[in-house]
């Protein structure tokens, strides 16, 4: 039987809190492209006064940004393969050695997301719903380049077959889970809020000091609920292989004749 939405909450904060001095070093680690890119959206400006060249300013910052989430994907590879081990009661891997193996199928990642995205974007512009179903059986082909070295379209492949005739169990189980953690994340921003004294219009139009520190801390928030947020789909890609479909194929009866008496 799959693993239960409760079992499946209760497990990932086990995990984290059981594991909380290797998995908030990974949050740590994240923090800094986090922060990195929090910080370049100041750079624009900048970049464009020192080239002289809208253009030119406007590229290097592209690239920056595209940089600095290239780092922060590796890093969140590496959180996941650390989380498979630690919830199989594996030793964690050495953290250099994890984030070199991460970088090193970082080009494999990117195509599997960039397959996944396109066939998901494909679905959404036919209709809502085939989007959605594409997002649901897709939504572990990194967890199957990670952890069981599928690459390409073999990833996309496994994955919909640990999804297929369980779509509505694991799609039930990431949409509680992601509106359980979207209400707890929203309340602790809330207090961060009430406790610089600002408001939604403030944060949108104003660029203070109270603003600054509410984004800090906003990020700050986000990446050391990381390991949580990473945990719970890796978590459920792995009870999905432990708990395969009992798939029967039902005996094909044969029909006798009943046997004829001699005359």
Partial sequence: MLISTIDLISRSAKLYRDNLKTLATYAGILLIPALLLMFAGYTLGILIFLTQNFLLGLGLYFILVILLSLVGFIISMSLIRVIASLYQKQSAPNLVINLKQSLSLLWPAVLVSLISGLAIFGGFLLLVIPGIIFAIWFIFSIHALLLDNKLGTDALR????????????????????????????????????MIFGID???IQTQLTLKTGLYGLFTIILSTFLSPLT????????????????DIRIPEKTIETEPPTEEK
């Avoid at 990473?230 to 479909?245: D, G, R, S």
């Fill in 158 to 193: 496994f994955s919909k077959q640990l999804v297929a005739g369980r779509w509505g169990s694991v799609f039930w189980r990431l949409a509680a889970v992601s509106i359980l953690l979207a209400i707890l994340i929203g309340i602790l921003q809330w207090i961060i809020k």
């Fill in 200 to 202: 939604n219009a403030q």
């Fill in 230 to 245: 990473t945990a719970i789909p890796t978590i459920l890609y792995l009870e999905l292989k432990n708990t395969p479909l």
